[in-house]
């Protein structure tokens, strides 16, 4: 999220991020390598929110692991510590009072415990004190704006009420166009960082000479009948674009190539998440699968992140020629 805002474009707005925080250690050195600034690296329970710097704007997304569909039965939502994690992003709004907040989590969200965790979530920041946020959320298909992915993710967007102001999501740019996974693969074999193939067993690629380009287990003699996520041995289409990419998970779960008969790389994975190709991640090939899964698609965060400086600019207009809008992330 943080790299799509940093893309957002406005003749007199801009974002920077001031502060950033993550609890894993790999995470922290890959975002160490690619930003500026700095990230304070540790559990956000653990931060003292009084320390930390206010800020105009807060970003971010509270775990999704346990609002996933992929879950299943499994899906454990507000019994769990991750669950309850969101409660802490209202801490930190409820002390810094942004002028907004944007967070990000997975379409589960929409539909655990029958609808009612998100219209609790939608609550919870509608009450911060003194003020009180006007709060909205959609569930967006990054592949309409631009991604080369299929990707739906809940956008939750909360607007200070003193402000007054209205927004609303902008409109897709790609629904009938979308990007293709080839277009979006084009030219990646001359990436050199992240870029390591895979080394699969014979089993495997004999599978995938059976599976055509879209296709997946279910094109597999035998495994007709199994009633398994889509992604198992799912290939890429060329012409269309590319499924979820997932952090984790074996079992076929990788994400094949199109047209050879292997996984994804890192890299093919970053380009589908429309990472730029000099944005180096750290970490062995499962940490840089995770965390390119986990992430925010950058180019499908930026339409939103212009639209709300679009919003935010007559907010300004009398204040400063030129503002720059700050964030933090956690």
């Known amino acids: 999220m943080d790299l799509g805002f940093l893309m957002a474009k406005n003749p007199r707005l801009s974002y920077e991020i001031i502060w950033a925080n993550d609890f894993d250690k790999t995470v922290c050195e890959t975002y160490k390598k690619n930003f500026s ?3 304070m690296c540790g559990d956000i329970w653990n931060v003292d929110l009084n ?3 206010d800020a105009d704007v807060i970003i971010g997304g509270f775990p999704c692991q346990d609002f996933s569909i992929l879950r299943g039965e499994k899906r454990y939502g507000f019994k769990s510590n991750r669950g309850l994690l969101y409660t802490r992003f209202v801490e930190a709004v409820a002390k810094k009072l942004p002028l907004f907040f944007v967070a990000e989590n997975v379409k589960g969200l929409l539909t655990t415990d029958n609808g009612w965790a998100i219209k609790k979530i939608k609550e919870d920041f509608e009450k911060v004190d003194h003020v009180g946020y006007d709060v909205r959320y959609k569930l967006i298909n990054f592949a309409d704006y631009g991604v080369p992915q299929n990707r739906e993710r809940v956008i939750i967007i909360g607007i200070r009420n003193d402000l007054k102001l209205n927004f609303a999501f902008p409109e897709p ?3 009938h166009r979308h990007v293709s996974a080839k277009t979006a693969l084009n030219g990646v ?5 992240n870029n390591e193939k895979i080394n699969i067993q014979l089993s495997t690629k004999k599978k995938l000479e059976l599976i055509p380009a879209g296709g997946n287990y279910k094109n597999l003699p035998g495994y007709e009948n199994k009633n398994w996520t889509s992604l198992i041995y799912k290939r890429l289409h060329p012409t269309q674009p ?3 990419i997932v952090a984790n998970g074996g ?8 047209s050879e008969h292997r996984p994804l790389t890192n890299r093919e994975r970053a380009r589908i998440q429309t990472f730029p190709d000099n ?3 750290v970490g062995n090939m499962s940490e840089v699968r995770r965390q390119i899964g986990n992430a925010v698609p950058p180019l499908g965060i930026k339409p939103i992140a212009e639209q709300l400086l679009n919003v935010f600019e007559d907010v300004f207009e ?3 020629e030129s503002r720059r809008t700050e964030a933090i992330q956690i």
């Open 189 to 193: 074999e001359n990436v050199i960082q």
């Open 37 to 39: 600034h700095d990230v």
């Open 173 to 175: 740019t790609h629904r």
């Open 242 to 244: 590319s499924p979820t």
């Open 318 to 320: 009398n204040q400063i």
């Open 279 to 281: 944005f180096e991640f």
């Open 251 to 258: 079992g076929g779960t990788w994400g094949y190539h199109f």
């Open 51 to 53: 320390k930390v710097p």
